[in-house]
């Protein structure tokens, strides 16, 4: 059973367009968190939700929008997509706000032509 | 910004050797986590080394801290083909960080066979 899945694994589409990732866990965990990690490596939190309230937002363009309509999901809505915005976005879950292991899906290739 | 920087970039080995990896990070701490990333797959969660702690070992890993130095090595013995991925450490800050992890750049593994 997968612990951590996304949907979709690749996204191909236009700049200008609006996207949607989905994310959810079986691991009854009450944490979840949205990374992104771009051509070099490099990965980078962006969001973390724990029972559905929003606990980190770092410095992300508000075209971003997270929305967790449970404990066990996760969503990321992108807004009118930019070139830069071309990464792999990586949904991970924890048991609690920080101090244990992260659970990681197998990302969402998003490339923007 | 960038919390944690490793050394080397990339590291090529044979099969049954030692394989050292470096991590430097530059604030205090709660934990230092490992993950590993094979190719087009997500993190996989490998120790966790709390602050207080100097060494750890799971199998063929062993991972030390030096606080006052602000680094932390990853040896990973008999190294086979299948260890062959990109190796992270993540530290999480001290105080209330909600679990926002910061990443190093990663060591790039390949070990023949």
């Known amino acids: 059973d997968t612990a951590v899945s996304q949907t979709p694994k690749y996204l191909v589409t236009q700049m200008g367009n609006d996207k949607s990732i989905k994310c959810e866990q079986n691991l009854g965990h009450d944490t979840m968190y949205w990374y992104k990690q771009d051509s070099k490596k490099f990965l980078k939190i962006m969001f973390s939700y724990n029972n559905k309230e929003l606990i980190i937002n770092e410095t992300v363009p508000n075209r971003f929008s997270p929305k967790s309509p449970d404990k066990a999901h996760l969503n990321l809505h992108i807004n009118s997509l930019e070139l830069g915005d071309s990464a792999v976005y990586f949904c991970a879950s924890s048991s609690s706000t920080g101090d244990q292991p992260q659970h990681f899906g197998d990302g969402t290739r998003l490339s923007i032509l | 910004s960038q919390q944690g920087e490793e050394d080397p970039q990339a590291l090529s080995i044979q099969e049954g050797e030692n394989a050292t990896m470096n991590c430097s990070y530059k604030?205090?701490?709660?934990?230092l986590q490992w993950y590993r990333q094979n190719s087009g797959r997500g993190l996989v969660h490998l120790i966790l080394i709390r602050s207080n702690e100097r060494e750890k070992h799971s199998g063929r890993l062993r991972v030390t801290l030096d606080t006052s130095k602000k680094s932390s090595s990853l040896l990973i013995t008999a190294s086979r083909a299948a260890d062959t991925a990109s190796y992270f450490c993540a530290t999480l800050a001290g105080g209330t960080s909600y679990g926002k992890l910061t990443f190093g750049q990663g060591t790039i593994l390949t070990v023949h066979p």
């Open positions: 604030t205090s701490i709660n934990n």
